[in-house]
């Protein structure tokens, strides 16, 4: 063989020996997953998990949306979907999850809650792991995974708050959000948690507002937890929104030129500017898992 193709041939198995690299690197990262939640009901988190992951997959982006908040579940509302399967027909064992996934408004899979089956607090150890185990395959086939976990700080959602990559509290300017705000802030960070924790304030009236009460609250968990919440970003006060609720569509889609349109597009470039890539494979599942035991 000639010095050329002695070149040639280690250029080629330098190419191949990358390709593998490249795929084995894809294999082993899943989806960044992103927790939205709230200290109380009313604040409006289903609005901005619902439209922020319509904002993310208009950018390009392969988002699923999960509706953990199964007793109180009305994300499918919002997109006027009515399932005929939820994550109760998943948990039972009759159907799957090809079966209950739906391709929803802007092009986002989502997997439906079950409005009054009470939720994940009333699952049984075994049910709660099944749930998991059946929802890791979603980590392999999207780019951002959300949950929109229900209000509170039981348990059950805190335990998915800790686990994700992120988690997002939402709240709006009022005394008692802000304090649930904090208490939900302080919950995840009181365990074992490696999620990057980020304030989001919904119904403000002005950007001042919204500063004020991330401040608010980023200034009492620096004090009492050393710990740094990071700016989450802000949605507006808009009729749109209201407007939207009404018509069972994402404002995102229904009123694009709104003000809150421009914020949620907002939340969505901080996420896409500062998320630091995918996790490690069955990363986030399994800390959830172990966070049950």
Request: a positive charge; glycine letters at 8%.
């Amino acid at each position: 063989m000639t010095i050329q193709g002695i070149r040639q041939k280690s250029s080629t198995n330098g190419d191949q020996a990358a390709r593998l690299r490249q795929m084995a690197r894809q294999r082993l990262r899943t989806a960044e997953t992103i927790a939205i939640v709230s200290g109380k009901g009313g604040v409006g988190k289903s609005n901005i998990a619902v439209n922020l992951s319509v904002c993310l997959a208009q950018a390009g982006t392969r988002v699923t949306l999960v509706d953990l908040d199964m007793g109180l579940a009305n994300s499918d509302l919002l997109m006027n979907i009515q399932p005929r399967y939820t994550l109760a027909h998943l948990i039972s064992g009759s159907r799957t999850l090809d079966e209950i996934k739906i391709t929803a408004s802007g092009g986002i899979h989502f997997v439906p809650g079950g409005s009054g089956t009470g939720g994940l607090a009333n699952l049984s150890e075994f049910e709660r792991r099944n749930l998991i185990l059946q929802l890791d395959k979603l980590a392999y086939s999207t780019d951002i995974l959300i949950f929109d976990c229900g209000a509170g700080i039981s348990r059950n959602v805190v335990n998915f708050a800790q686990a994700a990559d992120t988690a997002i509290v939402v709240t709006t300017p009022e005394p008692p959000a802000l304090t649930d705000a904090y208490a939900m802030v302080k919950s995840i960070r009181c365990g074992h948690s490696r999620a990057r924790v980020r304030l989001a304030v919904n119904m403000a009236e002005n950007r001042a507002e919204a500063e004020a009460t991330y401040q608010r609250v980023a200034s009492v968990a620096r004090k009492f937890l050393n710990y740094s919440v990071a700016n989450g970003g802000f949605m507006l006060h808009d009729t749109s929104v209201e407007l939207a609720v009404r018509e069972r569509c994402p404002f995102v889609i229904r009123y694009p030129e709104s003000n809150a349109s421009a914020c949620i597009a907002a939340m969505a470039r901080t996420i896409a500017r500062n998320e630091p890539g995918q996790s490690v494979r069955g990363g986030f599942f399994r800390r959830v898992a172990g966070l049950f035991v």
